[in-house]
């Protein structure tokens, strides 16, 4: 029987605001990790600070690797396949009101 699960990334969350409205992700990664296929209500910054990634949106699929910035605009589906061991990524949410 083949084994079908992804590694799990460790990821740290700070939450500032009153309402919790800024959010920084601290993301570390190995090769085969996978988030989840998702979209959020407000944008996301994705910073890749090292590694290699497959970014899956909407329109197609990005390869990044080394130092990228990545803009996701609200509503916008995306899945991040880890591509490189090891990978660090900082996401940040700068309004999730």
Known sequence: MAN????????ARLFIGAE???EVETVFAVKGAVSPDESHPFDEIMVLLE?????ELDNGVESLSGLTLKEL??????VIRVK?????????????V
Request: charged letters at 25%.
């Open 51 to 55: 590694g290699e990634v497959e970014l």
């Open 84 to 96: 490189k061991t090891p990978t660090r990524i900082v996401i940040i949410h700068p309004d999730r």
């Open 73 to 78: 605009p609200a509503g916008t589906r995306h």
């Open 4 to 11: 079908n699960t992804h590694p799990v990334p460790d990821i």
């Open 20 to 22: 919790n409205e800024f």
